[in-house]
């Protein structure tokens, strides 16, 4: 069982940048694969980015590409998401995920976090 809780959103400006965090519980996150999604106000759920369990191999999606950066630290449990030269079609709710068997976007991710709200004005 692992249980998931998003940081770090916000309010910021177009250009701007944040950095989400997602800080896991459980002895085990260091042999999960995680991801992050986002879900914008009437849209469907979309994958964002992930990353292998140790950190070596990273996949995103094209829109976030060459902007995002995910990352983790295993030894804090933690996943980050650094979000640089943010637009406002960025603006959604951030979810992290973790999958006990792979990473990407057609993983199955079976834990996931409330969320952490992103708002990007122009």
């Known amino acids: 069982q692992v249980q998931l809780v998003e940081s770090g959103g916000g309010l910021v400006q177009a250009g701007g940048s944040l950095r989400l965090s997602c800080a896991a519980s459980?002895?085990?996150?260091?042999?999960?694969?995680m991801g992050w999604f986002r879900q914008a106000p009437g849209k469907e759920r979309e994958f964002v980015a992930a990353?292998?369990?140790?950190?070596?191999?990273?996949y995103y999606a094209d829109s976030v590409k060459g902007r995002f950066t995910i990352s983790r630290d295993n030894a804090k449990n933690t996943v980050y998401l650094q979000m640089n030269s943010l637009k406002p079609e960025d603006t959604a709710d951030y979810y992290c995920?973790?999958?006990?068997?792979?990473?990407?976007?057609?993983?199955?991710?079976?834990?996931w976090g409330q969320g952490t709200q992103v708002t990007v004005s122009s």
């Open positions: 995920a973790a999958d006990p068997s792979g990473y990407g976007p057609g993983s199955k991710y079976d834990y």
């Open positions: 990353i292998s369990w140790s950190g070596g191999s990273t």
């Open positions: 459980g002895r085990t996150f260091s042999s999960y694969g």
